[in-house]
């Protein structure tokens, strides 16, 4: 491929590509301790995707979820869940969003015995569910 690099110093390689990305935009909350309902994420997609033909984008689902249930030493169930649901709109708007356990499609593995007596559970995982250009489901649930 004949490709040749000018430095091999990672510090100036660092540099350089930093120097690269003038134009960096991004916007910062008046007040960084209020909580908003639903948070947006970049400026839409660069062409219109409101038409049938780009469903498949507005059906892209992405849950973050955080679940911890544990018996104390007093005996005592402790449980805890965090889900937050991801979505597209029809200007190509990504959207996050405060979820519940319920909304969790049926695909989702880990939290089956959750509220049941108490069986220890930790799972903290990022699940993404769409339907592609054909109309067939799929998911990916990554653990972490």
Not at 15 to 29: E, G, I, K, M, R
Not at 111 to 118: F, I, K, Q, R
Request: a negative charge; charged letters at 25%.
């Amino acid at each position: 491929m004949r490709a040749a690099m000018k430095s091999f110093d990672p510090a100036q390689r660092l540099y350089n590509l930093a120097s690269v990305q003038t134009d960096l935009s991004f916007s910062v909350p008046p007040e960084p301790e209020t909580l908003y309902r639903t948070q947006a994420v970049g400026g839409g997609a660069d062409i219109d995707i409101s038409g049938p033909g780009f469903d498949f984008i507005r059906s892209i689902d992405v849950f973050q979820v955080s679940i911890r249930q544990r018996e104390s030493n007093k005996g005592e169930c402790n449980r805890s869940d965090f889900v937050r649901h991801g979505t597209y709109d029809a200007n190509g708007q990504y959207h996050w969003r405060a979820s519940s356990l319920g909304v969790l499609p049926s695909a989702f593995r880990g939290e089956e015995s959750y509220g049941e007596h108490c069986p220890e559970i930790y799972i903290r995982a990022v699940f993404v569910d769409w339907d592609d250009h054909r109309g067939r489901y799929g998911f990916e649930q990554v653990n972490y």
